[in-house]
């Protein structure tokens, strides 16, 4: 994907929007009035305790042109969860915004932040080509 227009720092390139599993997802459980001794932040999975299934957003059948974006080492754009329709913190929108200038005509890609050897039994090389690639 390449960007069509000149793209100033953290410009809005491309809003991907997440889609809901379920129709209506249950409330958040309240606070705790002490919060001292927590961590200043959690995990969203913390939130709603050890009972909640978990959601994966995979752009490999639906998606917005963001699903196309390449990864880079040295990538000139960066995702970002927003909140449009909900509050809801397991069903973020994700939109994409440049990093630094993107001229006309320039590739837009992000750092996936996949580190080689996580997964087991597979081994994903990267062959983004950049300077500091992490290959």
Not at 14 to 33: G, L, R, W
Not at 38 to 43: A, E, F, G, I, T
Not at 53 to 62: F, L, S
């Amino acid at each position: 994907v390449f960007s069509l227009n000149d793209n100033n720092e953290l410009e809005e390139v491309i809003p991907e929007k997440s889609k809901a599993t379920e129709d209506k997802p249950p409330k958040p459980p309240k606070a705790e009035k002490d919060k001292s001794d927590l961590p200043k932040h959690k995990s969203v999975r913390k939130y709603f305790g050890p009972n909640e299934d978990i959601y994966i957003m995979d752009a490999m059948t639906q998606g917005n042109l963001g699903r196309y974006l390449n990864h880079s080492c040295n990538p000139n754009v960066f995702v970002q969860n927003v909140f449009i329709n909900s509050h809801d913190l397991r069903f973020p929108s994700i939109a994409f915004f440049t990093l630094k200038f993107v001229p006309a005509g320039q590739e837009l890609c992000w750092n996936y932040n996949y580190e080689v050897g996580t997964v087991e039994n597979k081994q994903i090389v990267c062959n983004c080509g950049a300077g500091n690639c992490k290959g």
